[in-house]
């Protein structure tokens, strides 16, 4: 995806987020019953013990199951999905990959970056509502877009198996009805935070958690 304009976002006061944060450390984390990993289970539960979303909501992307959870300031889970991710495994993005056109990339750099990262709002150089969660290596949160590989694409995202979800360049793409649903209303209109989960490393290399349950 090449990059575009990003959207300006309004950053609340330092003493809203501070009184956001303590509200989100209390209300604890909640997930409704949605399956999810031990490692997305104990991430989510330290953003909200330690205030690291400082305020705003939040997403935990999965790349060994190759879904998406999208949670509010509180920890409060909004919504989940199986996601198309990054073709190939790994944790790092290749230099310069987004300032290249897509077409250029090959095979083994069609990777999702594991790390923290602020989103926000933004549009890519199409016009379409994204929300950027790296916007250097031009990767966002988008929806599943229409064309000729349209079928094959939301066949892969009903498969039961994480592995036929890997396909895309790298950026996280979810069914168009979850991202007008539950991403746009929380992560496309304000900045938050985006954790991508390791595949290659231990959680623990990549967060500051201080005990990973493992699977």
């Given at each position: 995806m090449f990059r575009g304009g990003r959207t300006l976002c309004v950053l609340a006061t330092a003493?809203?987020?501070?009184?956001?944060?303590?509200?989100?450390?209390?209300?604890?984390?909640?997930?409704?019953?949605?399956?999810?990993?031990?490692?997305?289970?104990?991430?989510?539960?330290?953003?909200?013990?330690?205030?690291?979303?400082?305020?705003?909501?939040?997403?935990?992307?999965?790349?060994?199951?190759?879904?998406?959870?999208?949670?509010?300031?509180?920890?409060?889970?909004?919504?989940?999905?199986?996601?198309?991710?990054?073709?190939?495994?790994?944790?790092?993005?290749?230099?310069?990959?987004?300032?290249?056109?897509?077409?250029?990339?090959?095979?083994?750099?069609?990777?999702?970056?594991?790390?923290?990262?602020?989103?926000?709002?933004?549009?890519?150089?199409?016009?379409?509502?994204?929300?950027?969660?790296?916007?250097?290596?031009a990767l966002a949160i988008h929806r599943l877009r229409p064309g000729k590989a349209d079928a094959a694409r939301l066949k892969r995202l009903a498969s039961p198996a994480p592995a036929d979800r890997r396909a895309s360049l790298g950026c996280v793409v979810v069914p168009v009805a979850f991202y007008d649903s539950v991403v746009g209303p929380t992560l496309g209109r304000e900045r938050g935070v985006v954790y991508v989960l390791p595949e290659t490393r231990p959680v623990a290399d990549v967060f500051s958690v201080q005990q990973v349950v493992q699977r």
């Amino acid at each position: 995806m090449f990059r575009g304009g990003r959207t300006l976002c309004v950053l609340a006061t330092a003493c809203a987020a501070v009184l956001c944060a303590q509200s989100a450390r209390a209300a604890g984390v909640d997930f409704a019953g949605e399956r999810a990993s031990a490692e997305a289970q104990h991430v989510a539960r330290w953003v909200i013990d330690n205030g690291d979303n400082r305020g705003t909501p939040f997403a935990i992307v999965d790349k060994k199951d190759a879904r998406l959870f999208v949670f509010d300031a509180g920890g409060r889970i909004i919504g989940a999905t199986p996601a198309l991710l990054g073709l190939a495994p790994g944790d790092h993005s290749p230099p310069g990959v987004g300032d290249r056109h897509p077409s250029l990339l090959l095979p083994h750099e069609r990777t999702t970056p594991a790390g923290r990262f602020e989103s926000e709002p933004g549009r890519n150089h199409t016009g379409e509502a994204v929300v950027w969660f790296d916007y250097d290596a031009a990767l966002a949160i988008h929806r599943l877009r229409p064309g000729k590989a349209d079928a094959a694409r939301l066949k892969r995202l009903a498969s039961p198996a994480p592995a036929d979800r890997r396909a895309s360049l790298g950026c996280v793409v979810v069914p168009v009805a979850f991202y007008d649903s539950v991403v746009g209303p929380t992560l496309g209109r304000e900045r938050g935070v985006v954790y991508v989960l390791p595949e290659t490393r231990p959680v623990a290399d990549v967060f500051s958690v201080q005990q990973v349950v493992q699977r």
